[in-house]
């Protein structure tokens, strides 16, 4: 199975790319560099985990998966981290009002956020800092002044 991309965000104000891509194995949210062409994504600048389809791997297995993007480790995996069928969730995205992080939305709730200043990101999915980013912070997600903002 190839790179699927479950979602994509384009901001007209800030001409940045956000997308949710699916490779099978993992869900990753890309945060890219602005683009003046809304069809064509600039440069990756920021990664968040979003899921696994598959259980969490050992530690010692994570160079089996390169040069993608590895499935997370256990003891870093959140209890929900595997998400085996991710199309059957509704994922949307808003970005902050300056263009620079943006909020990953499962099922209508905030899932994961992904910014300039960490840039590997906060998600539901994991439960220990690492390799594969942050654990869910309410406070990144309340202190940042989203576009359109409704907390969920």
Same mark, same amino acid.
């Given at each position: 199975?190839?790179?699927?991309?479950?979602?994509?965000?384009?901001?007209?104000?800030?001409?940045?790319?956000?997308?949710?891509?699916?490779?099978?194995?993992?869900?990753?949210?890309?945060?890219?560099?602005?683009?003046?062409?809304?069809?064509?994504?600039?440069?990756?600048?920021?990664?968040?985990?979003?899921?696994?389809?598959?259980?969490?791997?050992?530690?010692?297995?994570?160079?089996?998966?390169?040069? =993608?993007?590895?499935?997370?480790?256990?003891?870093?995996?959140?209890?929900?981290?595997?998400?085996?069928?991710?199309?059957?969730?509704?994922?949307?995205?808003?970005?902050?009002?300056?263009?620079?992080?943006?909020?990953?939305?499962?099922?209508?709730?905030?899932?994961?956020?992904?910014?300039?200043?960490?840039?590997?990101?906060?998600?539901?999915?994991?439960?220990?800092? =690492?390799?594969?980013?942050?654990?869910?912070?309410?406070?990144?997600?309340?202190?940042?002044?989203?576009?359109?903002?409704?907390?969920?």
């Amino acid at each position: 199975m190839g790179d699927e991309v479950l979602v994509c965000a384009y901001s007209e104000d800030n001409h940045r790319h956000a997308m949710l891509v699916d490779d099978g194995i993992t869900g990753i949210l890309y945060l890219h560099a602005p683009s003046d062409d809304a069809e064509k994504a600039g440069e990756v600048e920021a990664t968040c985990f979003a899921y696994n389809r598959v259980d969490p791997i050992d530690t010692k297995d994570v160079q089996r998966y390169r040069p =993608g993007p590895p499935p997370i480790a256990r003891g870093y995996a959140s209890k929900d981290a595997v998400c085996p069928t991710p199309a059957s969730h509704d994922w949307n995205m808003m970005f902050s009002s300056d263009g620079t992080v943006v909020l990953l939305l499962r099922d209508g709730k905030p899932w994961a956020i992904v910014s300039l200043d960490e840039p590997r990101g906060f998600s539901k999915a994991i439960e220990a800092p =690492g390799p594969w980013g942050n654990p869910w912070s309410f406070e990144v997600y309340r202190s940042t002044d989203w576009e359109d903002r409704t907390r969920p």
